[in-house]
Protein backbone atom coordinates (compact mmCIF):
# COMPACT_ATOMS: atom_id res chain seq x y z
CA UNK A 1 0.00 0.00 0.00
CA UNK A 2 3.04 2.38 1.05
CA UNK A 3 4.30 1.44 -2.14
CA UNK A 4 1.15 2.50 -4.21
CA UNK A 5 0.78 5.42 -2.50
CA UNK A 6 4.22 6.85 -3.13
CA UNK A 7 3.86 6.54 -7.06
CA UNK A 8 0.37 7.70 -6.88
CA UNK A 9 0.70 10.98 -4.44
CA UNK A 10 4.52 12.00 -5.34
CA UNK A 11 4.63 12.94 -8.87
CA UNK A 12 7.94 13.61 -9.43
CA UNK A 13 8.96 10.34 -7.84
CA UNK A 14 6.37 8.39 -10.31
CA UNK A 15 8.23 10.26 -13.28
CA UNK A 16 11.76 8.74 -12.09
CA UNK A 17 9.79 5.26 -11.41
CA UNK A 18 8.65 5.68 -15.24
CA UNK A 19 11.78 6.34 -16.36
CA UNK A 20 13.31 3.09 -15.81
CA UNK A 21 10.47 0.51 -17.59
CA UNK A 22 10.41 1.38 -21.62
CA UNK A 23 7.75 -1.66 -21.28
CA UNK A 24 6.48 -3.75 -18.56
CA UNK A 25 4.85 -6.75 -19.46
CA UNK A 26 2.99 -8.72 -16.89
CA UNK A 27 1.53 -12.81 -16.97
CA UNK A 28 -1.24 -14.17 -15.36
CA UNK A 29 -2.42 -10.42 -14.93
CA UNK A 30 -5.93 -12.24 -13.47
CA UNK A 31 -3.94 -12.50 -10.20
CA UNK A 32 -3.44 -9.37 -9.93
CA UNK A 33 -5.00 -7.66 -7.00
CA UNK A 34 -6.18 -3.87 -6.88
CA UNK A 35 -2.93 -2.67 -5.34
CA UNK A 36 -0.70 -4.49 -8.03
CA UNK A 37 -2.72 -3.10 -10.88
CA UNK A 38 -2.97 0.34 -9.35
CA UNK A 39 1.06 0.29 -9.19
CA UNK A 40 1.31 -1.54 -12.76
CA UNK A 41 -0.58 1.43 -14.27
CA UNK A 42 0.99 4.40 -12.45
CA UNK A 43 4.29 3.01 -13.71
CA UNK A 44 2.84 2.19 -17.28
CA UNK A 45 1.48 5.85 -17.24
CA UNK A 46 2.73 8.24 -20.33
CA UNK A 47 5.83 10.49 -19.81
CA UNK A 48 4.59 13.82 -18.08
CA UNK A 49 1.47 12.26 -16.97
CA UNK A 50 0.15 13.43 -13.34
CA UNK A 51 -3.14 11.78 -12.85
CA UNK A 52 -3.94 11.14 -8.92
CA UNK A 53 -6.15 8.29 -9.46
CA UNK A 54 -5.50 5.60 -11.73
CA UNK A 55 -9.17 5.57 -13.06
CA UNK A 56 -7.41 8.49 -14.69
CA UNK A 57 -3.92 6.97 -16.00
CA UNK A 58 -3.41 7.44 -19.39
CA UNK A 59 -0.90 4.65 -20.30
CA UNK A 60 1.81 5.36 -22.64
CA UNK A 61 1.69 3.85 -26.12
CA UNK A 62 3.59 0.21 -25.81
CA UNK A 63 4.10 0.68 -22.20
CA UNK A 64 2.39 -2.44 -21.27
CA UNK A 65 1.42 -5.41 -22.18
CA UNK A 66 -0.39 -7.96 -20.05
CA UNK A 67 -1.83 -11.59 -20.69
CA UNK A 68 -4.37 -13.01 -18.54
CA UNK A 69 -7.33 -15.58 -18.05
CA UNK A 70 -10.42 -14.55 -16.00
CA UNK A 71 -11.80 -18.10 -15.72
CA UNK A 72 -8.65 -18.78 -14.13
CA UNK A 73 -8.95 -16.19 -11.30
CA UNK A 74 -8.44 -18.23 -8.38
CA UNK A 75 -6.69 -15.69 -5.89
CA UNK A 76 -9.45 -13.97 -4.52
CA UNK A 77 -7.94 -14.50 -0.75
CA UNK A 78 -6.11 -11.44 -1.27
CA UNK A 79 -7.57 -9.52 -3.71
CA UNK A 80 -7.31 -10.75 -7.06
CA UNK A 81 -10.91 -11.80 -8.50
CA UNK A 82 -12.68 -11.30 -11.65
CA UNK A 83 -13.96 -7.60 -10.62
CA UNK A 84 -10.15 -6.25 -10.72
CA UNK A 85 -9.22 -8.35 -13.89
CA UNK A 86 -12.48 -6.64 -15.51
CA UNK A 87 -11.79 -2.98 -13.68
CA UNK A 88 -8.32 -2.80 -14.95
CA UNK A 89 -8.74 -4.17 -18.71
CA UNK A 90 -11.82 -2.44 -19.56
CA UNK A 91 -10.05 0.83 -18.63
CA UNK A 92 -6.87 -0.07 -20.76
CA UNK A 93 -9.36 -1.05 -23.75
CA UNK A 94 -11.25 2.35 -23.00
CA UNK A 95 -7.94 4.00 -23.23
CA UNK A 96 -6.82 2.77 -26.72
CA UNK A 97 -5.36 -0.34 -25.66
CA UNK A 98 -5.79 -3.57 -28.19
CA UNK A 99 -7.69 -6.41 -27.01
CA UNK A 100 -7.24 -10.10 -28.46
CA UNK A 101 -7.97 -13.04 -27.82
CA UNK A 102 -6.21 -16.25 -27.99
CA UNK A 103 -8.71 -18.82 -28.83
CA UNK A 104 -6.57 -21.44 -30.87
CA UNK A 105 -6.05 -25.10 -29.27
CA UNK A 106 -2.19 -25.79 -30.22
CA UNK A 107 -2.44 -29.36 -28.57
CA UNK A 108 -6.10 -30.68 -29.16
CA UNK A 109 -7.53 -31.81 -32.70
CA UNK A 110 -11.49 -30.55 -33.34
CA UNK A 111 -12.69 -34.09 -31.34
CA UNK A 112 -11.75 -32.87 -28.23
CA UNK A 113 -12.32 -28.91 -28.98
CA UNK A 114 -15.50 -29.32 -30.03
CA UNK A 115 -17.13 -31.63 -26.92
CA UNK A 116 -16.04 -28.46 -24.59
CA UNK A 117 -17.12 -25.57 -26.79
CA UNK A 118 -20.72 -27.61 -26.77
CA UNK A 119 -20.43 -27.83 -22.84
CA UNK A 120 -18.82 -25.19 -21.29
CA UNK A 121 -20.98 -22.30 -23.92
CA UNK A 122 -23.91 -23.64 -22.12
CA UNK A 123 -22.03 -23.45 -18.73
CA UNK A 124 -20.22 -20.58 -18.37
CA UNK A 125 -23.16 -17.32 -19.04
CA UNK A 126 -21.78 -14.06 -18.24
CA UNK A 127 -21.82 -12.60 -15.21
CA UNK A 128 -21.00 -9.06 -14.27
CA UNK A 129 -17.72 -8.83 -11.73
CA UNK A 130 -18.46 -13.25 -11.24
CA UNK A 131 -18.38 -14.82 -14.37
CA UNK A 132 -16.55 -14.58 -17.86
CA UNK A 133 -18.12 -15.13 -21.02
CA UNK A 134 -17.09 -18.31 -22.68
CA UNK A 135 -15.32 -17.81 -26.00
CA UNK A 136 -15.05 -21.05 -27.94
CA UNK A 137 -11.75 -22.39 -28.89
CA UNK A 138 -10.70 -23.78 -31.90
CA UNK A 139 -8.45 -26.57 -33.14
CA UNK A 140 -4.97 -26.48 -35.01
CA UNK A 141 -5.80 -26.63 -38.25
CA UNK A 142 -3.17 -29.60 -38.97
CA UNK A 143 -4.45 -31.29 -36.00
CA UNK A 144 -6.87 -34.20 -38.06
CA UNK A 145 -9.53 -35.79 -35.48
CA UNK A 146 -9.86 -39.17 -35.05
CA UNK A 147 -12.23 -41.05 -36.82
CA UNK A 148 -15.13 -41.92 -34.51
CA UNK A 149 -16.18 -39.91 -31.26
CA UNK A 150 -13.14 -38.45 -29.52
CA UNK A 151 -14.83 -38.03 -25.85
CA UNK A 152 -17.06 -40.90 -23.78
CA UNK A 153 -18.53 -39.87 -21.13
CA UNK A 154 -18.92 -42.41 -18.38
CA UNK A 155 -21.81 -42.40 -15.49
CA UNK A 156 -20.48 -44.17 -12.80
CA UNK A 157 -23.08 -46.37 -10.67
CA UNK A 158 -23.03 -48.09 -7.75
CA UNK A 159 -21.71 -45.88 -5.74
CA UNK A 160 -23.81 -45.45 -3.13
CA UNK A 161 -24.22 -46.81 0.53
CA UNK A 162 -26.27 -48.72 2.84
CA UNK A 163 -28.25 -45.27 3.64
CA UNK A 164 -28.33 -44.61 -0.28
CA UNK A 165 -26.34 -41.61 0.16
CA UNK A 166 -23.30 -41.22 -2.20
CA UNK A 167 -20.25 -42.47 -0.96
CA UNK A 168 -16.91 -40.65 -1.99
CA UNK A 169 -14.52 -43.79 -0.92
CA UNK A 170 -16.31 -46.31 -2.97
CA UNK A 171 -17.07 -44.09 -5.58
CA UNK A 172 -13.51 -44.14 -6.39
CA UNK A 173 -13.45 -48.05 -6.00
CA UNK A 174 -15.97 -48.18 -8.53
CA UNK A 175 -14.63 -45.94 -11.11
CA UNK A 176 -10.60 -47.29 -10.60
CA UNK A 177 -12.18 -50.63 -11.22
CA UNK A 178 -13.68 -50.25 -14.41
CA UNK A 179 -10.64 -48.12 -15.49
CA UNK A 180 -8.65 -50.91 -14.85
CA UNK A 181 -11.11 -53.05 -16.88
CA UNK A 182 -11.29 -50.35 -19.55
CA UNK A 183 -7.29 -51.64 -19.85
CA UNK A 184 -7.20 -54.55 -19.67
CA UNK A 185 -9.63 -54.82 -23.19
CA UNK A 186 -8.33 -51.98 -24.65
CA UNK A 187 -4.29 -52.59 -24.33
CA UNK A 188 -1.89 -55.06 -24.84
CA UNK A 189 -0.39 -57.46 -27.44
CA UNK A 190 -3.05 -57.01 -30.45
CA UNK A 191 -4.16 -53.81 -29.09
CA UNK A 192 -3.09 -50.28 -28.39
CA UNK A 193 0.12 -49.92 -26.75
CA UNK A 194 -0.30 -49.55 -22.91
CA UNK A 195 1.53 -45.82 -23.08
CA UNK A 196 -0.84 -44.38 -25.08
CA UNK A 197 -3.16 -44.13 -21.91
CA UNK A 198 -2.82 -41.52 -18.86
CA UNK A 199 -4.99 -40.90 -15.98
CA UNK A 200 -5.22 -37.61 -15.03
CA UNK A 201 -5.90 -36.79 -11.35
CA UNK A 202 -6.47 -33.69 -9.23
CA UNK A 203 -4.25 -35.05 -6.19
CA UNK A 204 -2.50 -38.02 -5.54
CA UNK A 205 -4.38 -39.20 -2.98
CA UNK A 206 -7.08 -39.60 -5.33
CA UNK A 207 -4.94 -41.83 -7.57
CA UNK A 208 -4.82 -44.68 -4.88
CA UNK A 209 -7.14 -46.71 -5.59
CA UNK A 210 -6.57 -46.72 -9.31
CA UNK A 211 -3.01 -47.95 -8.94
CA UNK A 212 -4.31 -50.39 -6.91
CA UNK A 213 -6.67 -52.00 -8.99
CA UNK A 214 -4.50 -51.85 -12.12
CA UNK A 215 -1.36 -53.51 -9.95
CA UNK A 216 -4.35 -56.06 -9.36
CA UNK A 217 -5.19 -56.82 -12.81
CA UNK A 218 -1.52 -57.13 -13.67
CA UNK A 219 -1.40 -54.03 -15.70
CA UNK A 220 1.94 -51.93 -16.31
CA UNK A 221 1.93 -48.45 -15.09
CA UNK A 222 3.88 -45.73 -14.09
CA UNK A 223 3.04 -42.84 -11.31
CA UNK A 224 4.50 -39.30 -12.02
CA UNK A 225 3.48 -36.96 -9.08
CA UNK A 226 5.00 -34.18 -8.67
CA UNK A 227 5.65 -32.79 -4.84
CA UNK A 228 3.91 -35.77 -3.73
CA UNK A 229 6.74 -38.84 -3.78
CA UNK A 230 6.73 -39.71 -0.04
CA UNK A 231 3.11 -40.64 -0.73
CA UNK A 232 3.09 -42.54 -3.57
CA UNK A 233 1.99 -46.58 -2.69
CA UNK A 234 5.05 -48.11 -3.71
CA UNK A 235 7.14 -45.20 -1.72
CA UNK A 236 5.23 -46.00 1.41
CA UNK A 237 6.02 -49.43 1.08
CA UNK A 238 9.28 -48.95 0.54
CA UNK A 239 9.64 -47.02 3.76
CA UNK A 240 7.62 -49.54 5.78
CA UNK A 241 9.80 -52.06 4.80
CA UNK A 242 13.18 -50.06 5.86
CA UNK A 243 11.51 -49.53 9.26
CA UNK A 244 10.74 -52.79 10.01
CA UNK A 245 14.31 -53.84 9.11
CA UNK A 246 15.78 -51.26 10.79
CA UNK A 247 13.53 -51.63 14.07
CA UNK A 248 11.62 -55.09 14.26
CA UNK A 249 9.36 -53.77 17.20
CA UNK A 250 7.74 -51.21 14.77
CA UNK A 251 4.33 -53.37 14.58
CA UNK A 252 2.75 -49.99 12.27
CA UNK A 253 5.15 -50.12 10.02
CA UNK A 254 5.38 -54.03 10.21
CA UNK A 255 1.39 -53.82 9.48
CA UNK A 256 1.66 -51.20 6.82
CA UNK A 257 4.35 -53.47 5.00
CA UNK A 258 2.02 -56.96 5.15
Known amino acids: ARARDLVKDDPD ?17 QDTDPLQGELLLFLAE ?3 GRARRWEDV ?11 DPKQSIYRFRGADIRAYESF ?9 LACDLTTNFRSHEGLVKPVNDVFHQILTYEQWLQPAY ?6 PDRASPAGPAVELVLVTGAQSEEEKVDSDLSA ?3 ARWSADWV ?17 FRTAARMRPFAAELKAAGLPFAVEAEGAYFGTPEVQDFLCLLRALAEPEDRVALAGLL
Open 46 to 48: APG
Open 184 to 200: AAHCGPGKRPFKDVAML
Open 13 to 29: TRELLKGQFDAILVDEF
Open 173 to 175: AVQ
Open 135 to 140: KALSAR
Open 58 to 68: DPGPGRLFVVG
Open 89 to 97: TEHLKARGA
